[in-house]
């Protein structure tokens, strides 16, 4: 399984930004694409996820209301569309599939639970 993400970039703080990533295979049944994100100093946080079966989604608390994911099932391809963007959106963002629960109960232990592609940096300026 290869996931490939793209966009990303620098904005301005307010501004908005969409960042995609396509799965080569799916591993599972039902499976959920979406993305992750990491800060320098913190560790790694769930922001979002999208089920390829049905669409049902996950938004972590911060970013409801400003991030919006959607999902092209016929090419494998989730995006997230980030609007109003603040500078504490500023990380670097992994894309990733894997069960959309395990975005809902998210901690670091749970890394092994997903396949992994890239990382893209989001860099949000004030």
């Known amino acids: 399984v290869q996931l490939q993400a793209s966009g990303g970039g620098l904005v301005q703080s307010g501004g908005s930004l969409r960042i995609s990533c396509a799965v080569s295979?799916?591993?599972?049944?039902?499976?959920?694409i979406g993305w992750f994100r990491q800060a320098p100093g913190k560790e790694r946080e769930a922001v979002s996820g999208?089920?390829?079966?049905?669409?049902?989604?996950y938004y972590a608390d911060s970013v409801k209301g400003r991030f919006t994911i959607s999902r092209d099932k016929a090419s494998h391809t989730a995006y997230l569309q980030m609007s109003n963007l603040k500078p504490e959106d500023t990380a670097v963002y992994y894309c990733?599939?894997?069960?959309?629960?395990?975005?809902?109960?998210?901690?670091?232990?749970?890394?092994?639970?997903?396949?992994w592609g890239q990382g893209t940096l989001v860099t949000v300026s004030s």
């Open positions: 990733a599939t894997g069960f959309l629960a395990a975005w809902q109960n998210y901690s670091p232990e749970l890394n092994s639970d997903f396949y």
């Open positions: 999208i089920m390829m079966s049905d669409g049902r989604t």
């Open positions: 295979k799916s591993p599972l049944d039902h499976y959920a």
